[in-house]
């Protein structure tokens, strides 16, 4: 069956650094475009960043642009999120989502990980 399991997230104070992987099987990721979104207490689910299936292509939401980086690796099925000077603003959940269009969208979601960002 499809799984992905987020891991990484941790407390960390203000300006810190924490990467986020995501663990996926049970599709071929290659073919998926990777994202991750987050969602904060009380607000909606927001996208991150995202990338293409061959990794040649990426976007990011402007609160995080120069402080993100989403990488993946097609050959272990895992996608990352590399988060530097981190704000409490970006205390969140994060959850790793994998979505193609094939007839009709297909998207697969994660559990989620907990990131706390204060001092």
């Known amino acids: 069956q499809v799984q992905l399991v987020e891991s990484g997230g941790d407390l960390v104070q203000p300006g810190g650094s924490l990467r986020l992987s995501c663990t996926t099987s049970g599709f071929t990721f290659s073919n998926y475009r990777m994202s991750w979104y987050r969602q904060a207490p009380g607000k909606e689910r927001e996208l991150v960043a995202g990338i293409n299936s061959a990794g040649s292509s990426t976007n990011y939401a402007d609160s995080v642009k120069g402080r993100f980086i989403i990488s993946r690796d097609n050959g272990k099925s895992m996608v990352h999120l590399q988060m530097n000077s981190l704000k409490p603003e970006d205390t969140a959940v994060y959850y790793c989502?994998?979505?193609?269009?094939?007839?009709?969208?297909?998207?697969?979601w994660g559990q989620g990980t907990q990131v706390t960002v204060s001092s």
């Open positions: 989502n994998a979505g193609m269009f094939l007839v009709r969208p297909i998207s697969y």
